[in-house]
């Protein structure tokens, strides 16, 4: 099914996850769709490897807790999700050198405390890998250093990115 971009999210410079400036990064760019969730689009290098032409099932962590602890920006504009703890399913390899999408869903939104899951999109459509989570909420401010010059919080549009994303 196709949903409506509403938002793209701001990304880094140095993460390993969205940052730009990172060149081993994932650089995953981020979108809020209209139906409440959150996908992340990137695509996976050599350099993201475990066993050739597989991606590594600590980036794949990485991707998901990544999205899921992001979602709850939907809702809080200000909050990011600190990781309690996140559980994965390896369901299918994930193959390198093809885009994905990683979509990410709050399922309880507490007071401090907000859960979430997830899962990685095959460009099949295949679910490969699903997680669930718990995380805290904290200020973006408390989390990310905005002082230091190597560092940005910023929404880069590229001039090519999706109204609409199917998952």
């Not at 990485?62 to 559980?87: C, F, P, Q, Y």
């Not at 050198?97 to 007071?111: N, P, Q, W, Y």
């Amino acid at each position: 099914m196709k949903y409506k971009v509403v938002k793209k999210q701001e990304s880094s410079s140095k993460c390993i996850v969205c940052g730009l400036d990172n060149k081993l990064g994932l650089k995953a760019s981020f979108y809020e769709l209209e139906n409440g969730e959150l996908v992340a689009i990137f695509t996976p290098l050599e350099e993201h490897q475990s066993y050739p032409g597989r991606l590594h099932g600590g980036i794949i962590a990485s991707i998901l807790d990544e999205t899921i602890g992001r979602a709850i920006m939907i809702k809080h504009e200000n909050l990011w999700g600190v990781t309690i703890d996140l559980s994965l399913k390896y369901r299918k390899p994930i193959p390198l050198d093809e885009e994905l999408k990683v979509v990410g869903r709050i399922t309880k939104d507490g007071s401090r405390i907000f859960e979430g899951t997830g899962e990685i999109m095959l460009s099949t459509g295949e679910v490969a890998v699903t997680a669930t989570g718990r995380y805290f909420k904290m200020p973006v401010d408390k989390i990310v250093n905005v002082g230091n010059d190597h560092m940005f919080w910023e929404v880069v549009i590229n001039g090519n990115e999706p109204e609409e994303i199917e998952i």
